[in-house]
């Protein structure tokens, strides 16, 4: 049974039209994150919530914003969207133990016209 | 900082052959240790972890262990199968630390 579910798992938006991506997790973890994950490489960390508290990364671009209303959903929302910002965006929590690993879901393979 | 490296290149081999590929990690702490597994069009699933010096962490048929004397964490294989064939990730996290240093990964082809 699927623990992190992202949908959907295909999206085409048009250039410069904003678009949102969700996740759900039935972990009740309390981390959540967002990766971009580009061809042939390793996730890049976009931005992760503890909790409620958010953390960005220094290099994740303004035009990346996200939410978490409650512990099971995070919502990643892109503004405006460029051809660069076609990718696979996999969503993952992770429990309080520092030891535990973090949970993946299938990702969001985002298209831009 | 914390970072992890993975041999260059992807992995070709042919079916139950032996498959190893190497991971050395650099960090402060005393890190755990997770193999991620990444099947086409697919998000990454945990293959295995180890938590401290010593530790083995197998799943599936692979192995590797946490080589604190020289920061490693090789990942084994004894016998493949074209199921097997996926980008493995070896990543680091620091305990109290929510992050996950990642290596560059490695495409694996098994050949029938």
């Known amino acids: 049974d699927a623990m992190v579910i992202q949908n959907p798992r295909y999206q085409v938006t048009q250039f410069g039209k904003p678009v949102t991506l969700s996740c759900s997790q039935t972990l009740n973890h309390n981390v959540m994150y967002w990766y971009q994950q580009k061809s042939s490489q390793a996730p890049k960390l976009l931005f992760h919530?503890?909790?409620?508290?958010?953390?960005n990364e220094a290099d994740t671009p303004d035009n990346f914003q996200s939410r978490r209303p409650n512990t099971s959903f995070c919502f990643l929302d892109i503004r405006s969207p460029g051809l660069g910002d076609a990718a696979m965006y996999l969503c993952?929590?992770?429990?309080?133990?520092?030891?535990?690993?973090?949970?993946f879901g299938d990702g969001t393979r985002l298209s831009i016209l | 900082g914390d970072s992890v490296t993975q041999m260059e290149g992807p992995v070709t081999l042919s079916e139950e052959a032996f498959l190893t590929i190497n991971c050395t990690y650099t960090?402060?702490?005393?890190?755990?240790l997770f193999w991620y597994v990444q099947y086409p069009g697919e998000g990454l699933q945990l293959l295995l972890k180890?938590?401290?010096?010593?530790d083995k962490g197998s799943n599936k048929g692979f192995e590797a262990t946490y080589r604190k004397e020289t920061t490693s964490f090789h990942l084994e294989k004894g016998s493949v199968q074209v199921s097997d064939s996926a980008v493995y990730f070896c990543a680091l996290s620091e305990n109290g630390n929510n992050r996950l240093a990642f290596g560059k990964g490695n495409q694996v082809v098994v050949i029938p």
């Open positions: 960090a402060t702490g005393y890190p755990s």
């Open positions: 180890a938590t401290k010096a010593d």
């Open positions: 919530y503890y909790d409620k508290d958010f953390n």
């Open positions: 993952a929590t992770k429990g309080l133990n520092g030891n535990q690993p973090q949970h």
